[in-house]
């Protein structure tokens, strides 16, 4: 029971993750498939949290380190950014929500749900990183002895990645949608999708890599004895 209940949070973390790549390319699909995306990510969003209500519930027991202070605080952005993205989603609907519409509210609602978009993509991204070591502990099990070249391997491919995105990240000005220096997104119609969820699943690998980094950081931190 506890391998099925597992194998169904791996699905919709995976689901998750597939749905907020194929937001980003707004324009790049149609607007109908957008909103049924997007729909569906808060539908795995719930699911997501009624899987783990243990830890919701224990967010106010027991001793915070700098770790779990980390974590609950990436979650509640996370949660607060999702929201405003599916709020001001449903202002600018065209096809599911049409009927609802706020008078003045349209260019309100598009820069905060660029704001939340491209923020839930780092917040997101960074949660998974410091939860990337499940996926190589399960990794670890498909082989019976452990091997330093196949380690080595996965390393050098996981930089690489890491660098290609930092690349993407750069050449699909990423930075400055986070910070609002730019209002619209552009689009290179000519180029496909592909390519862009190419780039855009690299970005979100290079900020995994951060996030599980930073984790080996913060448990070490928060290992270390107090002096004195």
């Known amino acids: 029971m506890k391998n099925k209940r597992f194998i169904v949070k791996i699905l919709i973390d995976i689901g998750m993750t597939v749905c907020l790549l194929l937001l980003m390319p707004y324009s790049l699909l149609s607007e109908t498939a957008h909103e049924w995306i ?9 699911s997501h949290h009624i899987l783990n209500r243990k830890w919701l519930t224990s967010i106010s027991k027991g001793k915070y380190n700098a770790f779990r202070v ?11 950014l999702l929201m405003g993205s599916m709020i001001s989603g449903v202002l600018l609907s065209d096809h599911i929500f049409k009927r609802i519409e706020i008078s003045g509210a349209y260019m309100t609602a598009r820069q905060i749900h660029m704001f939340c978009a491209y923020w839930g993509l780092v917040v997101m991204s ?12 399960m990794a670890g099990r498909l ?7 196949r380690k080595w391997v996965a390393r050098i491919v996981a930089v690489t990645t890491a660098g290609y995105g930092l690349y993407a990240f750069c050449g699909r000005q990423i930075g ?14 000519e180029e496909g ?6 780039d ?3 970005v979100m690998i290079l ?10 950081l913060l448990k070490k931190i928060c290992k270390r004895k107090p002096k004195g």
Request: glycine residues 6%; hydrophobic residues 60%.
């Open 38 to 46: 997007g729909m569906a990510m808060l539908a795995l969003f719930i």
């Open 176 to 189: 400055d949608y986070l910070f609002m220096r730019i209002h619209f997104v552009f689009y290179h119609y």
């Open 70 to 80: 980390t974590q609950t605080v990436l979650v509640i952005i996370m949660f607060v």
């Open 126 to 137: 960074l949660h998974l990183g410091m939860h990337w070591n499940i996926v190589v502990v």
């Open 200 to 202: 855009y699943l690299t």
């Open 143 to 149: 082989w019976k002895n452990p091997s330093v070249i």
């Open 207 to 216: 900020i995994a890599f951060i996030g599980y980094y930073g984790r080996l």
């Open 193 to 198: 999708v592909f390519p862009f969820l190419i």
